[in-house]
């Protein structure tokens, strides 16, 4: 058979061949004179396979694949924090309409789909709630409204999960505030279901918890409400949170109190303090 010579654009390199053709490549050279003679005229030092192997293909493509998830995290990056920068904005643009405009420019509005966004109408649903429990269930439902038209494959549909157990924690909190308990209930419900969709965060887990034990504790349930603040503790300590642990210890002995336990509440509170002063001990400074 007659023997199949490579074109003279293989042997200079300037088509690229992955590794095993180069091999194969290389091994034809040795043996076929003809070849040899031709790659050392067009190369007079001698280097022709030095020149078949200067080029790593498994290399390129990894350098060029890194380069491009970098550049995709960069991109990503600058994104989140340009999103961030604009949510205050966004948000007083957003609550400076009338609370049924809100509604309309949550579900209609692209400029409004912002996860940084969901998180400030979070914090203030949170901060109202004591004293306005109907607005903040609003502002936690509104929050819901525009996570639930957030893009997954931009966010991730994990961490939209979380999101959306995030808000329904707060809808259910408002509404317990405002003592419509089988509301909570039920709200609490969906929110870990959503969070079992979600990435597994620990801390939001014990944030639920929070809620549940606050709940069991209106219902008058208060033997589930200190199992479920014992268990917040240890998820906390286990995040390395230990100054949301203390709040849930003091709230723990809250409930110890109302089950008739003072000096119970008492150890516990004193439990509570030390976790305080750990979490606002000063880092010492390193000696000069």
Same mark, same amino acid.
């Given at each position: 058979m007659p023997r199949i010579h490579p074109n003279s654009e293989v042997l200079t390199g300037r088509i690229q061949l992955l590794p095993g053709d180069q091999g194969r490549l290389l091994r034809h050279i040795q043996g076929c004179p003809a070849c040899r003679r031709k790659l050392e005229a067009r190369e007079p030092s001698g280097s022709g396979? +030095?020149?078949?192997?200067?080029? !790593?293909?498994?290399?390129?493509?990894?350098?060029?694949?890194?380069? +491009?998830? %970098? !550049?995709?995290?960069?991109? !990503?990056?600058?994104?989140?924090? $340009?999103?961030?920068?604009? =949510?205050?904005?966004?948000?007083?643009? %957003? %609550?400076?309409?009338?609370?049924? @405009?809100?509604?309309?420019?949550?579900?209609?509005?692209?400029?409004? $789909?912002?996860?940084?966004? *969901?998180?400030?109408?979070?914090? $203030?649903?949170?901060?109202?709630?004591?004293?306005? =429990?109907?607005?903040?269930?609003?502002?936690?439902?509104l929050a819901l409204r525009i996570a639930e038209l957030l893009d997954g494959g931009w966010y991730g549909e994990r961490v939209m999960a979380d999101t959306r157990?995030? *808000?329904?924690?707060?809808?259910?909190?408002?509404?317990?505030?405002?003592?419509?308990?089988?509301?909570?209930?039920?709200?609490?419900?969906?929110?870990?279901?959503?969070?079992? $969709?979600?990435?597994?965060?620990?801390?939001?887990?014990?944030?639920?918890?929070?809620?549940?034990?606050? %709940?069991?504790?209106?219902?008058?349930?208060?033997?589930?409400?200190?199992?479920?603040? @014992? @268990?917040?503790?240890?998820?906390?300590?286990?995040? +390395?949170d230990p100054l949301q642990a203390a709040e849930s210890i003091v709230e723990l002995a809250h409930v110890e109190q109302d089950r008739g336990e003072p000096e119970k509440a008492i150890q516990i509170l004193a439990r509570a303090n030390t976790l305080i002063g750990l979490a606002v001990e000063p880092v010492p400074r390193a000696s000069p």
């Open positions: 396979e +030095g020149k078949i192997l200067s080029w !790593r293909p498994s290399e390129v493509v990894a350098g060029r694949a890194v380069d +491009g998830a %970098l !550049r995709s995290f960069r991109s !990503r990056a600058q994104a989140v924090a $340009r999103e961030r920068a604009e =949510a205050p904005a966004l948000l007083g643009e %957003l %609550l400076g309409h009338p609370a049924r @405009r809100q509604e309309v420019l949550a579900r209609n509005s692209r400029r409004f $789909r912002s996860l940084a966004l *969901c998180g400030l109408l979070l914090q $203030r649903s949170h901060g109202v709630s004591v004293d306005d =429990a109907a607005e903040g269930e609003r502002l936690a439902a157990g995030r *808000c329904w924690m707060l809808v259910g909190n408002a509404r317990r505030i405002a003592a419509d308990l089988p509301g909570a209930e039920e709200a609490l419900v969906q929110s870990e279901r959503d969070l079992d $969709r979600g990435t597994g965060d620990l801390t939001e887990k014990a944030q639920l918890l929070v809620y549940k034990a606050f %709940l069991r504790q209106a219902q008058h349930r208060l033997d589930e409400a200190a199992v479920l603040f @014992r @268990r917040t503790v240890s998820i906390f300590l286990s995040a +390395g």
